[in-house]
């Protein structure tokens, strides 16, 4: 850990790369002036849907989140990053875990901590919406498992 650099209340999962990574802007708050939950569960739609569109080789939609918890509130001015790793792969669906970190600057430092998470159903489609089966990967495909 850097001397301008420190996790707080979670460690930021400096081994992984995040899929999508934004610093929230004013222009995404709620009444309440903190970040609006449906802007991060898009966030983190994009990122689920990287990961699965990489696997899947092709077109995704999103059928289903499974599960959603917001720990914690986003700030104006947080780096939010998104990491997403496949957790499970069907025949035609891919079963990704989103995990949120916000970083926020303070005297100084960049201080983390976990603010969302959710489990996302993709499935691949064909050029007419339909479920389209899934190639074979290997279980170490790419670094999303
Ligand atoms: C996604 C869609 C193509 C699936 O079509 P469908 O005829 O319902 O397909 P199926 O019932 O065969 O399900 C396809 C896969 O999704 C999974 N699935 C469907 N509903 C699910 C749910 N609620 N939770 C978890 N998995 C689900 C099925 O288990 C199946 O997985 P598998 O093939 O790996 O076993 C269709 O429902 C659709 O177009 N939905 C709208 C998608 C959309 O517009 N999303 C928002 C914008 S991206």
């Not at 460690?11 to 708050?29: C, K």
């Not at 849907?49 to 599960?67: D, W």
């Not at 990053?81 to 970190?101: D, L, M, N, P, W």
Request: proline residues 6%; neutral net charge.
């Amino acid at each position: 850990m850097s001397a301008v650099e420190q996790d707080g209340l979670d460690s930021f999962p400096r081994d992984r790369q995040p899929t999508v990574r934004i610093l929230a802007m004013p222009a995404h708050t709620n009444p309440s002036g903190k970040i609006f939950g449906g802007w991060i569960m898009a966030q983190m739609d994009v990122a689920g849907g990287i990961v699965a569109l990489e696997y899947a080789g092709g077109p995704v939609v999103t059928v289903a989140v499974t599960s959603m918890k917001f720990h914690r509130p986003v700030n104006v001015g947080d780096l939010v990053s998104c990491f997403a790793r496949i957790q499970k792969v069907g025949s035609t669906s891919i079963t990704v875990k989103v995990e949120v970190f916000a970083q926020r600057a303070h005297d100084g430092t960049l201080q983390s901590a976990k603010v969302t998470e959710a489990v996302i159903v993709y499935v691949a489609v064909n050029s007419d919406g339909a479920p389209r089966k899934l190639p074979e990967r290997e279980p170490d495909f790419g670094q999303y498992w």
